[in-house]
Structures are given as C-alpha cells and as structure tokens.
C-alpha cells in the first residue's frame, strides 16, 4: 500500500491510487515517507499527507481554472486540492486527475 502516516487519510490514498494507476500502462508510482508520486515521463500528480486529517492532491494541470476547491499549487504543480474524507472523491476531481495525466505526454 502506499505509504502515509496518518491512518485517517489512508483510505483516500488507496482510493486516488487506485485511479491514478488505472489511467495508463505508463503511470509510474513513486512512495516516498509521506507522499506518493504519480508519473508520465514526468510527475503529473502528488498525494501527501499534510495533516493526519487531510490530504493534498497536487496536479500539473496546464489551463485549469482555480475554483474553491482546484486552488494554486507549488513546487512545479499548478494546482492543489485537499480532501478530508473519502467521499470527496467525486467525478469532477476524477477528470482533473485524468485531464493531468493527459498533459503529462
């Protein structure tokens, strides 16, 4: 299972993880302490437990409007979003994953 610390936000990390990797052959997952990176030839998104309540989604999504929920990301991402429990995975935070790995060729 990938790694997190935080027993609270484990199931939305098998959950996302489930998806990302099922999005392509060519999705390469890296684990690292607390984060979880998701590759294309270059990393298009990163599960990190920032609290042990929430986790960050961080995306490289070229073009994507900011919204409440899609906010500005860092380190090379352009966008975060946070979740709090599992049912926050929902279709519209699904095409943004799909719509990150696609931008990743």
Do not use: C, N
Not at 53 to 59: A, I, T
Not at 98 to 105: E, G, H, I, Q
């Amino acid at each position: 299972m990938p790694g997190t610390p935080h027993d609270e936000v484990r199931p939305i990390v098998t959950r996302l993880s489930s998806i990302l990797e099922e999005l392509g052959d060519d999705v390469a997952v890296e684990t690292q302490e607390s984060t979880v990176t998701f590759s294309r030839g270059r990393p298009f998104a990163v599960l990190e437990s920032a609290t042990p309540k929430r986790l960050d989604v961080s995306l490289v999504l070229p073009g994507g409007a900011e919204t409440e929920r899609l906010r500005p990301g860092s380190d090379g991402f352009t966008h975060r979003v946070s979740l709090a429990h599992e049912d926050e995975i929902d279709a519209e935070l699904v095409t943004w994953l799909r719509k990150a790995y696609d931008a990743a060729r």
